[in-house]
């Protein structure tokens, strides 16, 4: 229990480092820049994304657990991705293309994925509550203790 309480004060920590490093991105970052490679890094994340959607759709096909936490990575891919398309796109018809594409196709396919993912969790906790034959006192993620830690 006490490892759990320092891992969490460690994430705050580090969130309160992220925000005064976000600030002052914010006031020295340059509002344009000429990137280097550019091409390559967005082959890279496109392919990272490719990857962990086929993963996700393996995992589904084939009803593993693993199709969870991929459903979870692949929709994040997809609002950075949205997010990025978006403020990095000329005005004009590149920005129109950036935003139809983030509205009607990445931002719903996310949510799904991160809904299929509520979801199977809720299924997942309240499938293993009964078959141990402990009563479900809640299927709110935010209330369910995580069990899989031993105490200290």
């Known amino acids: ?12 920590l580090a969130s309160f480092i992220l925000v005064g490093w976000m600030i002052y991105l914010l006031k020295a970052l340059p509002t344009s820049y000429r990137a280097e490679h550019w091409n390559v890094a ?9 990857v962990t959607l086929l993963a996700t759709s393996w995992a589904l096909w084939n009803h593993r657990q ?3 936490p991929g459903a979870m990575i692949s929709a994040t ?8 398309d978006v403020v990095t796109s000329k005005p004009g018809w590149d920005f129109k293309i950036a935003l139809s ?4 196709v990445e931002l719903p396919t ?18 293993a509550h009964v078959h141990a034959g402990i009563e479900v006192t809640s299927q709110s993620l935010w209330k369910t203790r995580l069990l899989i830690f031993e105490e200290d």
Request: glycine residues 4%.
């Open 42 to 50: 967005w082959f890279g994340y496109d392919l990272g994304m490719t």
């Open 66 to 68: 693993a199709a969870i």
């Open 77 to 84: 891919f997809l609002i950075i991705d949205s997010w990025f």
């Open 1 to 12: 229990m006490r490892r759990n309480r320092i891992r969490s004060l460690l994430l705050v």
């Open 110 to 127: 996310a949510f799904l994925l991160f809904q299929f993912s509520r979801n199977a969790v809720r299924k997942s906790i309240k499938n």
């Open 101 to 104: 594409s983030a509205i009607v």
